[in-house]
């Protein structure tokens, strides 16, 4: 689905309906993207959505099959990655091992015959921002995953470049390590102010760090907004399903109407929906975010209620995981994500409740139905087993 395009940007990034073909695949399918200068843009989606494929094609690694490629207004869809004024950060880091980190970083100055006093000044005030002056008489395999991944970025900051170009730079890291390296990454861009275009499949580096995400399948864009933006208000079930964790729980069943207004019945489980909800009868699905559902009702009319049954509890200190399944649901388990520590015994039935403009409803064709939900709500909302 291709995005609405922004006003042109001198200084940023555009895509005009690009498209990669290898042979008779297409990997990247008119795509249509504008990153505004300074903007952190991150595109994320499952192996082989063509994320990578793109950033490729933006760095000059890949020729475009169709449409054009601009960086600061200039049309560089021809032009050799040398001449584009892109740097990018690999996943492997990329760096010359038989050179020391203050040798990798000024690789690309001493190419371009700058004098070596002021090589040597760009590099230790690199260094310096990304915290390794005191590594730079190091080669590659004296540093750690996160020291080498420091020393990659910083071969990009004495650059100067127009953008910053990520392809997936902190999944060789352990968990401990992205965590901080998201932040590292984050206030740099900010900092420095430079357009940034990150590839990753993480969901979690996606939503955290970028000011838009771009979430891609099957070469094309399925969703592009802010984080929440995706994740409040997803597009498709493609999108809903994709971004959290734990996923969102879905429920395939049926919307039916009359008179009396809209219900949406699976099996046991019936809930009722506003009148004016923008969906036809026929199949649909019911989305529920983990963090929605409550362990107990607060007694509000406007609230739906659920029995079900705990089948499994993970106690994480900060927050409780508890899979249950709904009474009316047999074989359906769904997730819930309490704040704080809760105690479920297995197979004990427990009463939930899930706020009513937190559900989301899908349908037929998996595109979002609009649920506009009354100041008050007209008729008590109903989930239980029947």
Same mark, same amino acid.
């Not at 730079?169 to 998201?182: E, V, Y």
């Not at 969703?223 to 395939?252: H, I, K, S």
């Given at each position: ?125 690199a260094a310096e921002r990304m915290s390794i002056a005191h590594l730079l ?122 008179? *009396?207004?809209?219900? &949406?019945?699976?099996? +046991? $489980?019936?809930?009722? %929906? #506003?009148?004016? =909800?923008? @969906? ?23 609230d739906a209620t659920l029995q079900a049954t705990a089948l499994h509890v993970e106690c994480l200190g900060a927050e409780t ?36 403009? *937190?559900?989301?409803? &899908?349908?037929?064709? +998996? $595109?979002?139905?609009? %649920? #506009?939900?009354? =100041?008050? @709500? ?9």
């Amino acid at each position: 689905m291709a995005q609405e395009r922004r006003p042109a940007d001198m200084h940023g990034l555009a895509f005009e309906t690009v498209t990669k073909r290898f042979d008779d695949v297409v990997a990247v399918d008119r795509f249509d993207l504008t990153v505004a200068e300074g903007e952190f843009v991150a595109l994320v989606g499952p192996s082989g959505c063509g994320k990578t494929t793109t950033l490729r094609m933006l760095a000059g690694l890949e020729e475009v099959t169709d449409g054009r490629i601009r960086v600061g207004g200039r049309d560089v869809t021809q032009l050799a990655s040398r001449d584009r004024n892109l740097a990018m950060v690999f996943q492997s880091y990329a760096l010359y091992p038989h050179m020391t980190a203050a040798e990798n970083i000024g690789f690309a100055l001493s190419l371009k015959g700058l004098p070596k006093a002021e090589i040597e000044v760009r590099v230790r005030e690199a260094a310096e921002r990304m915290s390794i002056a005191h590594l730079l008489h190091r080669r590659p395999r004296e540093l750690s995953g996160g020291q080498r991944q420091r020393v990659a970025v910083a071969r990009c900051i004495v650059r100067e470049p127009a953008a910053f170009l990520f392809d997936e730079p902190l999944s060789n890291l352990d968990a401990k390590l992205r965590g901080s390296a998201r932040v590292e990454i984050a206030r740099l861009q900010k900092g420095l102010g430079i357009t940034t275009l990150y590839v990753t499949h993480d969901q979690v580096e996606a939503m955290t760090m970028a000011d838009r995400v771009v979430l891609m399948d099957g070469g094309r864009i399925r969703q592009t907004g802010t984080p929440m933006e995706l994740y409040q208000r997803p597009r498709d079930l493609f999108v809903a399903a994709f971004l959290g964790a734990p996923a969102m729980n879905l429920v395939p069943g049926v919307l039916q109407r009359s008179e *009396a207004g809209a219900e &949406f019945v699976a099996d +046991g $489980l019936r809930l009722a %929906l #506003p009148r004016d =909800a923008a @969906c036809a009868g026929g199949p649909a699905t019911l989305g529920i975010r983990p963090e929605s559902i409550r362990a107990a009702p607060d007694g509000a009319g406007e609230d739906a209620t659920l029995q079900a049954t705990a089948l499994h509890v993970e106690c994480l200190g900060a927050e409780t995981l508890v899979r249950f399944e709904f009474a009316g649901l047999t074989g359906a388990e769904f997730v819930a994500r309490l704040p704080g520590t809760h105690a479920f015994e297995r197979g004990r039935p427990v009463t939930l409740s899930v706020a009513r403009d *937190a559900f989301h409803l &899908f349908d037929e064709a +998996g $595109l979002a139905v609009d %649920l #506009p939900w009354p =100041a008050r @709500c007209e008729r008590p909302l109903r989930a239980a087993g029947a």
